[in-house]
């Protein structure tokens, strides 16, 4: 049975970057408070024009080309955002109508911030048993235009950013590298810890305008049983990576972590018995991208020497749900 391996990884984000100063001019909150809090120091947000879609379609390109593949090598999409550009159908279709692509499968999946390792266990089943032989995964977000960018939304406004990360995953003969293992959880009791209640066919009617009025249009958080809970459950799941491996902090070359929070970060770098120098960081420069996240960090990680063949790369996220998981690699 083959392995499955990262063929290439690619990603864009939009030109428009947004400081901690420039947040400062739209509610009351300050560079100071966002960078002791969170670590983020810029994030990028789309214009008018600019769609999730438009974002996912440049990292793939970017990753196909690095791939050395075309578009109609790929026989699977699996795209991951909590950020569609409509509510049906799924931004996969989307995808595939710009990628010039007809009748292979597209897939969208639903996992927030753990998005991409949930996109990837299920392509890695794919692969392993031949169903498909390269697919296309993509974890893309549009935040900006949801936050609300006022003092009562300062508290996730601050947080978030726009942008997209690809990955072209296929098949290798099992000479041990690859990916060893995923494992993904949920706890569906904390739901509404982070979430945006409406519009949805939960509500009858299922918009209008007081819901607007109310802001429920928004995501909300408990933020911090949100920082508990992700501080707990990452390095849970990256210590289950681990041990489903026979492997030892110690072989971790780099973990490549959902970049939530710098603080979250760190305390999953402790909990997890790892060096600075194991762990990757860019939340500074992007924010919390959400589905997009791990792609982007792994593919700034790989521009910048950080994986080598053989090494072990571990990958960890949390999210909304609530729901969090890793993966183990060699790659
Ligand atoms: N600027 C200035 N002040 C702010 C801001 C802001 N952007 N946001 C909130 N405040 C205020 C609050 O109103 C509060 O004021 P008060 O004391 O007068 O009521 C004060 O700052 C402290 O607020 P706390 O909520 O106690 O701040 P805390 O130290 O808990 O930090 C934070 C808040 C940063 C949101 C933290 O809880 C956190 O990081 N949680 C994790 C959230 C996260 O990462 N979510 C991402 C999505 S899920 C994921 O990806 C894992």
């Given at each position: 049975m083959s392995r499955t391996a990262f063929l290439s990884t690619g990603f864009h984000v939009p030109a428009r970057l947004v400081t901690n100063d420039d947040l400062a001019q739209l509610m009351d909150t300050s560079d100071e408070w966002i960078v002791q809090r969170s670590g983020i120091k810029t994030r990028y947000w789309v214009d008018t024009g600019e769609t999730g879609v438009g974002l996912a379609r440049e990292a793939s390109q970017k990753a196909l080309a690095k791939a050395g593949?075309?578009?109609?090598?790929?026989?699977c999409i699996i795209y991951c955002t909590c950020t569609p550009d409509h509510f049906e159908p799924g931004n996969g279709v989307f995808l595939q109508r710009e990628l010039g692509l007809t009748d292979i499968p597209a897939v969208d999946v639903r996992n927030q911030c753990s998005g991409f390792i949930y996109g990837l266990s299920i392509a890695d089943a794919w692969i392993r048993t031949g169903q498909y032989q390269n697919i296309l995964l993509v974890g893309a977000e549009v935040h900006s235009r949801g936050l609300d960018k006022t003092t009562r939304g300062r508290d996730t406004a601050v947080l978030f950013g726009d942008g997209a990360g690809a990955a072209v995953l296929g098949p290798i003969d099992d000479d041990g590298r690859g990916v060893l293992s995923t494992h993904i959880f949920a706890d569906g009791r904390h739901a509404e810890k982070l979430w945006v209640d409406g519009p949805g066919l939960a509500h009858d009617p299922y918009v209008s305008v007081e819901m607007l009025e109310q802001g429920l249009h928004r995501a909300v958080m408990d933020g911090r049983d949100v920082f508990k809970f992700a501080s707990l459950k990452m390095p849970e799941s990256v210590a289950i990576a681990l041990a489903a491996n026979r492997l030892t902090p110690a072989d971790v070359k780099l973990l490549v972590p959902h970049q939530a929070n710098l603080r979250i970060i760190e305390m999953v770098q402790k909990a997890a018995g790892l060096r600075d120098d194991q762990v990757y960081n860019n939340i500074q420069k992007y924010g919390n991208t959400t589905a997009a996240s791990i792609p982007i960090a792994l593919d700034e990680a790989l521009a910048a020497g950080r994986l080598k063949q053989g090494d072990i790369l571990v990958l960890t996220a949390f999210g909304s749900g609530f729901t969090w998981g890793s993966a183990a690699i060699r790659w």
């Open positions: 593949l075309s578009a109609s090598d790929i026989d």
